[in-house]
T-cell receptor
Framework: DVKVTQSSRYLVKRTGEKVFLECVQD?????MFWYRQDPGLGLRLIYF???????EKGDIPEGYSVSREKKERFSLILESASTNQTSMYLC????????????FGQGTRLTVV | EDQVTQSPEALRLQEGESSSLNCSYT??????LFWYRQDPGKGPEFLFT???AGEEKEKERLKATLTKKESFLHITAPKPEDSATYLC?????????????FGQGTRLTINP
């Protein structure tokens, strides 16, 4: 079974802190994604990566950056956390190809105070 | 731009009361459609992939169907444990259709 593991289930950070969210997948998937999920807004794509060191902006990249130094690991960085970044963050991975499904991690509930 | 719309936003049923959830999409070319289940506070869990119009997939009390413009998730004789948010998604054009576009989900509640 594919496993996507996020480093934390719950995080509380202070405004202005630099925050790192880590995600690791164990199935050699080329594609990895970071989404945030908010009530009434659904899943919104922040960034994705289709290969090592390659990244593409999603729909809401402002205030975030990413790093993919190894194929299995995709990190989301909040450069200076703000209260409007309080959210559920979901990492996913997907094999390259049109009809392949994405597999999600368990989510990180981030609260910025 | 590819778009996915789900309806209703929320649905409350009695145990055993069958119903259907709708997922409509506007894409330049169908490249598959995915259904997920999401429990509160957890990541989405993959249910089905539908590849082409006319296809059907079943799993326990769930059956997913696909037409050229929409997909339905039929729930037959649901139980309280079927309560969850159900999401559908389609691959988006660009970069080899690598990213998925999600609908906002249908929050399903089954009362005992």
């Amino acid at each position: 079974d594919v496993k996507v593991t996020q480093s934390s289930r719950y995080l509380v950070k202070r405004t202005g802190e630099k925050v790192f969210l880590e995600c690791v997948q164990d199935m050699d998937h080329e594609n990895m994604f970071w989404y945030r999920q908010d009530p009434g807004l659904g899943l919104r794509l922040i960034y994705f990566s289709y290969d090592v060191k390659m990244k593409e902006k999603g729909d809401i990249p402002e205030g975030y950056s990413v790093s993919r130094e190894k194929k299995e690991r995709f990190s989301l960085i909040l450069e200076s956390a703000s209260t409007n970044q309080t959210s559920m963050y979901l990492c996913a991975s997907r094999l390259r190809g049109r009809h392949t499904e994405a597999f999600f991690g368990q989510g990180t509930r981030l609260t910025v105070v | 731009e590819d778009q996915v719309t789900q309806s209703p936003e929320a649905l409350r049923l009695q145990e055993g009361e069958s119903s259907s959830l709708n997922c409509s999409y506007t894409v330049s070319g169908l490249r598959g459609l995915f259904w997920y289940r999401q429990d509160p506070g957890k990541g989405p869990e993959f249910l089905f992939t539908l590849y082409s119009a006319g296809e059907e997939k079943e799993k326990e009390r769930l059956k997913a169907t696909l037409t050229k413009k929409e997909s339905f998730l039929h729930i037959t004789a649901p139980k309280p444990e079927d309560s969850a948010t159900y999401l559908c998604a389609v691959p988006s054009l660009g970069k080899g259709a690598q990213k998925l576009v999600f609908g906002q989900g249908t929050r399903l509640t089954i009362n005992p």
